[in-house]
């Protein structure tokens, strides 16, 4: 998977578009059906670290509806490399989609409870191995952010003013702000609520001197996984304007916000905006059916 890197979609959005104003989305989602979207780029160079190191395992963390979990199973299984995740709270009767998935690409599963799930190191320590190649949770760290800078090579993005991503744990935008180019401003809309730190969680990711970029905090919608029926309405509608499948952890709200932020001309005169489709698609599962049209 560190080969060459894919071509990806760039489709138009009329609906979200104002006059001299167009918005574009890179449809990442298209990539990978399991390890889809921003994943691919950020598990990497992990994958191919690890390798390099002669570990013949992936360790990392995350929640019961993680999509970087699902990811490290698949692509380490395809790397040929075992793996681990260390779930945060208590096995359930009934795993989620995302965990039986994992399991079922050959990741072992282990429940950590709540309070030790916050001290990732003692767990560390706990199981410390020397063929586990560790990787912390989001694939947050520097190989993830290099990975996620070779999305903008991905299509013809050097017209664009404005790049707009999802923001979790900040490796994503961290890499397409070190990959932007010096006309192009990134911003960042944050999926999780009161994160005061991700500005400087991004900042500890990019060398010294790099460009100046913007985290929009203002469309959580509540939080982490919120999904308000006014943002599934929104969800729904933009499917039949536009057939553009969002999840409700990360995209929709990146759409959102981009509708309403072009609706406060917000942007510069002429800026040109490119969306990141990110993927996450699978994350809509945990939804009663029927909910989405798509
Ligand atoms: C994981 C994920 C993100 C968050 O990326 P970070 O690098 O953690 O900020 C955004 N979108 C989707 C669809 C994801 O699965």
């Known amino acids: 998977m560190t080969e060459s890197l894919p071509n990806i979609a760039i489709q138009p959005l009329p609906s979200l578009s104002a006059k001299d104003m167009p918005v574009d ?123 996620a800078a070779d999305i903008l ?47 400087s969680d991004i900042e500890s990711l990019l060398p010294a001197g790099h460009r100046p970029f913007v985290i929009n905090h203002e469309y959580h919608f509540g939080g982490y996984a919120k999904h308000p029926k006014e943002l599934v309405a929104f969800m729904n509608e933009l499917w039949n304007r536009e057939r553009l499948p969002t999840d409700i952890v990360y995209t929709s709200k990146l759409l959102f916000a981009a509708k309403d932020l072009l609706g406060k001309e917000y942007f510069a005169p002429r800026a040109r905006i490119l969306l990141i489709h990110s993927g996450g698609l699978q994350g809509n599962r945990s939804l009663p059916p029927g909910t989405l049209i798509f």
């Open 25 to 147: 989305i890179l449809r990442l989602d298209e990539l990978h059906p399991v390890i889809s979207g921003n994943k691919w780029f950020k598990l990497k160079y992990y994958i191919q670290d690890a390798i390099e190191q002669g570990k013949d395992t992936i360790a990392t963390f995350g929640g019961a509806w993680s999509n970087h979990i699902v990811a490290t199973a698949f692509a380490s299984r395809e790397a040929g490399l075992r793996s681990i995740g260390f779930i945060r709270g208590e096995e359930s009767a009934t795993p989620s989609s995302a965990l039986a998935d994992a399991q079922r690409y050959g990741m072992k599963l282990v429940y950590i409870d709540r309070a030790r799930y916050r001290d990732t190191t003692s767990v560390r320590t706990q199981y410390a191995d020397g063929n586990l190649y560790w990787v912390m949770e989001g694939g947050y760290g520097v190989p993830g952010a290099k990975g």
């Open 153 to 199: 090579k991905t299509a013809r993005t050097s017209p664009y003013t404005d790049i707009l991503c999802a923001t979790g744990t900040g490796t994503m935008a961290a890499g397409l702000i070190a990959a932007a180019q010096p006309h192009q401003t990134v911003t960042g809309i944050s999926v999780l609520k009161n994160n005061h730190n991700i500005e």
